[in-house]
């Protein structure tokens, strides 16, 4: 497994799966984006900013920024990209029975509205994810992913399918957790070409966590086994124990700086 090829799927997992990702689990019977996103207290905005490395941080160069909200029950109702040139990329949320469906739109500096593509998430009873397609704009199936869960609601195996570029997606993702609820192993297979099946070898992630349920070391083997690369994050936190500053390092060198401003209720 080559260098690229990790970081791809890691760069579609941090975009695409945001909201299946988090450190640890709380013993709450009903799954929000306060819970999948190991926040704390009652958050009704998050501003992020994001920084190339720390040396950007300081000249204010951000690299990119978003901005998400949430109802008063931990539901995110809207984010907002905002991108080059004044645009924006609007996701809208909408939820009805046990599906969620999030619009895509591009809004130009002059004010114009492009539709762009779009997400249909389904829940079970508890809240708790089952389903994600990406639909693009002509209607056709980008891809799809079927989730399992175990009895808190946490993802245990992520499969893909129907995915119009294939090789450039995990085939699926196996989550492994502590007696805590905290992720402390992940697997990612990826599809053999020959056969249209997973590989029998993973790209694996070994996790630590601090006391805030933050991943504060991931340890990256390819599916050789060889370890690959060490990265850590280091968090500074408000009164709340949500971080609001954290800096990704590769050995002793900053790969990465984000930042969030947070608004409660």
Known sequence: MTRISIALFYLFKGICLISLLTACQSDESNMNDWIRMNLKGPVKE????????????????????????????????????????????????????????????????TNNYYPQNYWLYKLDARGAQRSIRSILL????NFHIDIENNATGLATQISYSLAKQAHLLPCKIVKIYDDKGCIKEELTYRLKKQTNDCDAYSIRSLFEVNEQKDITREQIFDNQGNLQKIVSYRYQYDKNENWVHKIKYIGDQSQGVETRKINYY
Do not use: C, M, P
Request: hydrophobic share 30%.
């Open 46 to 109: 998050i501003t992020l900013q994001k920084y190339e490395h720390y040396q950007a941080f300081q000249a204010n160069q951000i690299e990119q920024q978003y901005s998400t909200r949430f109802t008063k029950k931990g539901l995110i109702t809207r984010v907002i990209q905002f991108g080059a040139n004044h645009q924006k990329k609007w996701s809208n949320y909408h939820y009805s029975g046990d599906s969620l469906w999030i619009a895509e739109v591009l809004e130009t500096s």
């Open 138 to 141: 002509d209607s056709s199936i």
